[in-house]
């Protein structure tokens, strides 16, 4: 590998001792407006002919492995008996690891675009604001209201909004419980769906603090028999009390309405939700206010109902009551809602009380135009013309669907003698992979600049996705700088945990006790350290900033690491990258054309070395002059970090825990520590550099119903970074 002679800022950052490494980061991808011309948007050179400005050749390029390299052959799981599938190293027809040229050109495609600020390449479905799950308070504000009828290209629809009030009463937003869950007596809701129409005898309650103290004194119509219309007892049942609830004496009331079902989604859950329609009898009236349903409200209810689908990675059962994602998103008159009104007027529609408000913009929105894929083959960012284009909405009538790169790769050799495949004595079950949750707006969206939000930023919707912000940049994996690790950290053996420390360091690649089967993936093996690969890239009709970005990203600054495989996030897949300056040819266009007019040999081994020399110092300028915190970044992820006394800092997941008693061990429920940070601290992912780390923190036994859907929690996914039931990444 060719040695490259600067050294600064290209060494491992130092974090606290108190504070962990977040596997990932992101490199900022500031506006393109102001890039020098030889990064701006521009025609590709075309593939008629080699042009006499531009640059051609080849270069042979050597990756060796500083970490094991997960390579999984997912379609050749070994089934044991119990259907557990266990996923073999994927080789060739020699029994030697096969490394595609697709993933390493991937590799070097994603540091390019990085490097060069260039367009995503591809961005995603992010089209839909996401959501943001509410506060338990913010049920206050809710008002129980059914669909009348739905908005038209000529019109609004209608949204019945209403609240039974005691006789003699004013308007004081009362709502009607159906004690589904309590004990000793609870009214039966199995027999009905969400939404269906029915018949009941409603109480007039007070809840108490009762003697404890506990608690606020408020009032609520409870349920105390329910059935489909027309079927109802003509005398009312007993009210459903409790130690706190007490009937206030009103005689009963009989209604008719829409019920709320959402199922017992939270352990502490005992009532459902009743919209109140008409009253047929008892001292009450019905308050009644109809309000406009707009095209802007049916938007937003998809944003949330396609947020709790992101949130569950893509399953149909995107919640315990959205048990069927489309027939929910798409809503129909009748269909029983909660509003959340300002003043007289419906600010928004939601599905459950304790639920998601969606952001006022959608990813896509705050990703900005000039960073999105781009949509004019005659307007291609530098990696587009380099390493190929697609238009993103499709091949249409007469427009040009894609344009093939100037880069290509040949198949990829592993050059290692001798055994280059790691198989254990027993299979490993790795750790579960964090579903990204974009949702956790702190992490991924940064201010005007795309440097972090304000610590303390308030944990709302209107506080994420604003018109203010923009995109953090492009995710990027941290290389785990552990380099003075014992080789049987990486060989578990029968037995071997996440909670062993080998080293003085956790094996977190390892699942933690108790993770279920279900969620993980089990391996025989990956190719082990030391590992080395040879391949080819040949490229053509590249500008100097063009071939000079190519040959950074193959010979990056010395100690930078780049990410290849799958289990990044557990510290597989730390490579480096480097030039064979012997099996290099680089050709300027008029030396290419005097090959084919002249019959004498020619010899350029020392003006390859000359121009590759003079084009990867010529674009590390540029990197430096106009894109410096993007170096900065990108090189800190790539360098990896350390403790004050040089051991590697721990890279994983958040956790929670006191660091002061000790190492914090691996954990299984990621999700606590942001529920903690949103709580406490409120803390936004650093920048990459000196700051990076992120301290723990204390967990306060939160339940799993004051939690669902906060972010970072496991998703069902596997080692190899892509979630069996989809979820975006």
């Known amino acids: 590998m060719s040695e490259n002679p600067r050294v600064d800022d290209e060494r491992p950052h130092t974090v606290a001792g108190d504070h962990f490494v977040h596997p990932y980061g992101f490199v900022p991808a500031p506006a393109r407006s102001g890039l020098p011309a030889s990064l701006a948007d521009g025609p590709p050179a075309g593939h008629d002919r080699y042009r006499s400005d531009r640059f051609h050749g080849r270069v042979a390029v050597t990756i060796e492995t500083v970490t094991p390299l997960l390579l999984l052959d997912t379609a050749r799981p070994v089934q044991d008996q119990d259907g557990l599938r266990t996923f073999p190293v994927r080789v060739d027809a020699d029994g030697r690891p096969l490394l595609e040229a697709t993933a390493v050109k991937g590799m070097l495609r994603s540091a390019f675009e990085a490097v060069t600020n260039s367009r995503f390449g591809v961005f995603g479905p992010h089209d839909t604001p996401l959501a943001i799950r509410q506060p338990a308070k913010s049920a206050l ?7 009348q009828s739905l908005p038209t290209a000529g ?6 909004v209403t609240e039974l009030v ?26 009905f769906e969400h939404g269906d129409e029915v018949e009941a005898w409603v109480h007039l309650i007070r809840r108490d603090p009762g003697q404890r103290g506990r608690g606020a004194t408020f009032r609520i119509w409870r349920v105390s028999d329910l059935e489909r219309r027309g079927r109802l007892a003509p005398t009312a049942s007993d009210p459903v009390e409790g130690r706190a609830y007490r009937a206030e004496g009103l005689a009963p009331v009989r209604v008719v309405g829409r019920l709320m079902k959402s199922g017992k989604s939270f352990m502490k859950k005992h009532d459902e939700r009743l919209v109140v329609t008409e009253v047929l009898e008892g001292p009450a009236s019905l308050e009644c206010q109809t309000a406009n349903l707009t095209t802007r409200h049916l938007s937003s209810w998809r944003a949330v109902i396609d947020s709790y689908v992101a949130a569950s990675d893509g399953r149909k059962d995107a919640a315990a009551y959205v048990t069927d994602h489309e027939r929910w998103r798409d809503l129909e008159p009748g269909r029983p809602v909660h509003a959340v009104m300002v003043g007289r007027d419906v600010d928004r529609i939601v599905p459950s009380m304790i639920g998601r408000a969606p952001f006022a913009r959608s990813p896509r929105e705050v990703a900005g135009p000039d960073l999105l894929p781009a949509t004019d083959p005659d307007r291609l960012s530098p990696a587009d013309r380099v390493f190929g284009w697609v238009a993103p909405a499709g091949p249409a009538d007469g427009t040009v669907a894609a344009y093939r790169g100037h880069v290509r790769l040949d198949p990829v050799v592993c050059v290692t003698d001798g055994q280059a495949v790691h198989r254990l004595e027993v299979s490993a079950k790795l750790a579960v992979l964090n579903s990204p949750k974009p949702s956790q707006f702190r992490f991924y969206v940064g201010d005007g600049r795309g440097e972090p939000l304000r610590r303390g930023t ?8 604003a018109p203010d912000q923009t995109l953090r940049g492009r995710k990027v994996y941290v290389h785990h700088h552990h380099k003075d690790l014992p080789p049987e950290y990486w060989a578990p053996g029968p037995g071997a945990t996440a909670e062993d420390r080998v080293g003085g360091t956790f094996r977190s690649y390892l699942a933690p006790g108790g993770t279920p089967d279900s969620v993980t993936r089990r391996v025989e093996g990956w190719v ?6 040879a391949t080819t890239v040949r490229f053509d009709n590249l500008t100097g900033t063009e071939l000079g970005a190519l040959l950074w990203v193959l010979d990056p600054p010395s100690g930078a690491h780049h990410r290849l495989g799958g289990g990044r996030p557990l510290g597989f897949g730390s490579v480096r990258v480097g030039l064979d300056l012997a099996g290099t040819q680089v050709l300027a266009g008029r030396a290419v054309a005097g090959r084919y007019t002249s019959l004498a040999p020619q010899s350029d081994a020392s003006d390859s070395a000359r121009i590759v020399s003079l084009c990867r110092s010529k674009f590390d300028d540029v990197l430096r002059e106009a894109l410096p915190q993007v170096r900065k970044a990108w090189l800190a992820a790539a360098c990896g970090f350390q403790t004050s006394d040089g ?6 997941y958040p956790r ?29 992912l650093p920048e990459l550099g000196p700051d990076f780390g992120l301290p723990y923190l204390e967990d306060r036994d939160t339940s799993r119903g004051s939690t669902r859907g906060m972010g970072g929690g496991a998703r069902r996914g596997n080692a190899q970074g892509r979630g069996r039931r989809g979820g975006p990444r």
């Open 528 to 533: 082990p350290a030391g590992t080395r690969f």
């Open 647 to 652: 051991a590697g800092a721990p890279v994983h």
């Open 166 to 191: 005691p006789a003699g009463e004013d308007p004081s937003g009362l709502q009607v419980w159906v004690p589904a869950y309590t004990s000793p007596r609870s009214v039966d809701v199995a027999r």
């Open 141 to 147: 504000d809710l008002r129980a209201a059914v669909v």
């Open 458 to 465: 308030a944990h709302s919707a209107s506080m994420g996705y």
């Open 656 to 684: 929670t825990g006191d660091p002061s008693a000790g190492p914090v061990p691996p954990q299984r429920e990621s999700y606590k520590w942001f529920v903690a940070n949103t709580r406490d601290r409120r803390l936004p």
């Open 155 to 160: 019109a609004d629809g209608r949204l019945l």
